[in-house]
């Protein structure tokens, strides 16, 4: 599955992403910046996908733009469909990073949460020392929602 808005083409990860993604996942610049900050093998990355791979309640994204692909979109239904969804992105082409194509690529994915997939509530983990990703997601519209160990948890309605 693919679809296009605003010249970035979204394509749903296939297997013969994921060792581009796991080299993506585990670059300092990227790793340093998520919840989960282990080193990722080959292995690791094979059971990942194993099961998301013909999940409804998870969708991956390649983020596509200019002819090359350049970081990856996540959606999670973690409550039943039609209530709530948890997102994440992040840009493995540092050049793209302060560009309109986050901010596109985040709010394709919000309008086919709430108006597509009839979500009524979206989520973010983010690293309370990730700053960036903190500013970036108020600036959307996320609110804090719930304060945990190391990452706060921001919602949208």
Same mark, same amino acid.
């Not at 903190?134 to 996320?142: F, H, P, R, V, W």
């Given at each position: 599955?693919?679809?296009?808005?605003?010249? #970035?083409?979204?394509?749903? @990860?296939? =297997? *013969?992403? %994921?060792?581009?993604?796991? /080299?993506?996942?585990?670059?300092?610049? #990227?790793?340093?910046?998520? @919840?989960? =900050? *282990?080193? %990722?093998?080959?292995?690791? /990355?094979?059971?990942?996908?194993?099961? #998301?791979?013909?999940?409804?309640?998870?969708?991956?994204? %390649?983020?596509?733009?200019?002819?090359?692909?350049?970081?990856?979109?996540?959606?999670?239904?973690?409550?039943?469909?039609?209530?709530?969804?948890?997102?994440?992105?992040?840009?493995?082409?540092?050049?793209?990073?302060?560009?309109?194509?986050?901010?596109?690529?985040?709010?394709?994915?919000?309008?086919?949460?709430?108006?597509?997939?009839?979500?009524?509530?979206?989520?973010?983990?983010?690293?309370?020392?990730?700053?960036?990703?903190?500013?970036?997601?108020?600036?959307?519209?996320?609110?804090?929602?719930?304060?945990?160990?190391?990452?706060?948890?921001?919602?949208?309605?």
């Amino acid at each position: 599955m693919k679809f296009i808005r605003y010249g #970035i083409t979204f394509r749903r @990860i296939q =297997r *013969e992403d %994921i060792e581009k993604v796991r /080299q993506w996942r585990n670059s300092e610049a #990227i790793r340093q910046k998520m @919840i989960y =900050r *282990e080193y %990722i093998t080959q292995e690791m /990355q094979e059971k990942w996908f194993s099961g #998301i791979e013909k999940s409804y309640h998870h969708s991956y994204y %390649i983020i596509h733009f200019e002819g090359k692909d350049i970081g990856l979109f996540n959606q999670k239904n973690y409550k039943v469909p039609g209530k709530m969804t948890e997102s994440g992105i992040f840009l493995a082409d540092t050049q793209y990073k302060k560009s309109y194509i986050p901010l596109v690529a985040s709010l394709t994915m919000i309008e086919g949460s709430f108006f597509a997939m009839g979500e009524t509530e979206s989520f973010v983990r983010v690293l309370k020392t990730n700053h960036e990703a903190l500013e970036y997601n108020t600036s959307l519209g996320y609110e804090l929602y719930q304060e945990e160990k190391e990452f706060v948890i921001l919602r949208m309605t």
